[in-house]
């Protein structure tokens, strides 16, 4: 069965930081695109970035280009996202998805996909 578990989210200040983190397990996780989607409320999900197996191409939203770097430690079966000079936009729903393919430009969407519980992302003064 696979399993995505997402920590690291929380309050943090405009400009601040966090490092999100994505614990995988029940698939071989070095063979597949991994993906972080936000979704804020009242809005539908964004992909705001991704990695391919191998961390050979990345990806990243016009929205959060320049401020989030995405990683994998496949040792670990770990994804990572670093948030710096988070803004107000950015609060949000943090999702880890395993993609259907090794490519980043293989599937994200549900339900062909499988998505993590999420973890709270809040920038605020």
């Known amino acids: 069965e696979v399993q995505l578990v997402e920590s690291g989210g929380g309050l943090v200040q405009p400009g601040g930081s966090l490092r999100l983190s994505c614990a995988a397990s029940?698939?071989?996780?070095?063979?597949?695109?991994m993906s972080w989607v936000r979704q804020a409320p009242g809005k539908g999900p964004e992909r705001v970035s991704a990695?391919?197996?191998?961390?050979?191409?990345?990806y990243y939203a016009d929205s959060v280009k320049g401020r989030f770097t995405i990683s994998r430690d496949d040792a670990k079966n770990t994804l990572y996202l670093q948030l710096n000079s988070l803004k107000i936009e950015d609060t949000a729903v943090y999702y880890c998805?395993?993609?259907?393919?090794?490519?980043?430009?293989?599937?994200?969407?549900?339900?062909?996909?499988?998505w993590g519980q999420g973890t709270q992302v809040t920038v605020s003064s």
């Open positions: 998805v395993k993609q259907t393919g090794s490519s980043v430009y293989s599937g994200y969407e549900r339900p062909y996909t499988a």
């Open positions: 029940g698939f071989p996780f070095s063979g597949y695109a």
């Open positions: 990695i391919s197996s191998g961390g050979v191409t990345t």
